[in-house]
């Protein structure tokens, strides 16, 4: 990795209660990330979803997105990866989305809103699949200037920080963004406020325990990745927040796809995650 970013000197918050379950009670799974950052991974026993703690402050963060972030990846993936390749991704991608939401939708969506659209790829193809109108919401604005030039509309910020007023979308969506958000549960309840009644939402998330599986722990954490999901958390999430699964889909790169539609907040099975949760502990290791 030729990156010089010391990260040890960084800003950094402690994370005292898990954002899901609310529990501290956590086991550290282990000590390092794939780029070889002393970064520590932890999994709450209550519930099992998995977080980074200490990790950089809201305002590092920014600053490692800003000019770190892209030229890091690059470096790992021994390939250039920037606002041009990941738009050539993302076409990929959204062509994917799009064949998954024609067949799970029941009528297509009159409007659909991206959160952390970045430059509108996505929503943008999901425009053209349904004739929706498209709103883009990112806190980039030079990749809200791309999603605008293209005819869509745009927003300026943060999904928590986001209030839509009594505006509603039919169509949500969040895309390979959940395991970097500094809180997933405001982000779910605003895109809860956010989602039609009769409207959906989808969401997606990389799954820790098969990038585990597949590579080892430490591989599978990373410093830009604050938390790490499985099938399970995220359904606990997602009732929890007031959405119900109605469909799924789970790709070759290990990321659940998740079609989700409105309904009333009710408790997970703490119960059964707090088992499911052991179980992962035991598999990936416990420091």
């Known amino acids: 990795m030729t990156v010089a970013y010391d990260y040890a000197a960084r800003e950094k918050e402690a994370i005292t209660a898990c954002n899901l379950c609310g529990g501290s009670d956590f086991a550290e799974l282990s000590r390092r990330d794939r780029y070889g950052y002393e970064a520590s991974l932890w999994m709450c026993r209550r519930c099992g979803l998995a977080f980074l703690s200490p990790r950089l402050t809201a305002a590092e963060y920014g600053r490692f997105y800003e000019g770190v972030y892209r030229p890091l990846v690059s470096a790992y993936h021994g390939r250039r990866i920037d606002a041009e390749t990941v738009q050539d991704d993302q076409r990929g991608y959204a062509a994917e989305l799009v064949e998954f939401l024609r067949d799970n939708l029941p009528e297509a969506p009159k409007t659909v809103l991206d959160v952390g659209g970045s430059t509108g790829i996505v929503a943008g193809a999901v425009r053209e699949a349904f004739a929706a109108r498209a709103t883009v919401l990112d806190p980039a604005p030079d990749e809200l200037d791309v999603a605008a030039a293209a005819g869509m509309e745009t927003i300026a910020g943060f999904a928590e920080d986001f209030d839509p007023g009594d505006r509603r979308w039919d169509l949500v969506l969040l895309c390979q963004t959940i395991d970097h958000l500094l809180d997933v549960r405001a982000t779910l309840e605003s895109m809860r406020r956010m989602t039609a009644a009769d409207g959906h939402a989808f969401v997606d998330e990389l799954d820790l325990l098969i990038a585990a599986r597949a590579k080892g722990t430490e591989a599978a954490a990373k410093i830009d990745h604050p938390y790490y999901l499985t099938h ?34 009710r408790e997970p099975d703490w119960d059964a995650l707090s088992q499911a949760a052991g179980e992962m502990i035991e598999e990936l290791g416990v420091r």
Do not use: I, Q
């Open 232 to 265: 399970d958390t995220a359904g606990a999430f997602f009732v929890a927040t007031g959405f119900e699964p109605v469909a799924e889909r789970l790709s070759t790169d290990g990321h659940w796809g998740f079609m989700l539609r409105p309904a009333e907040p």
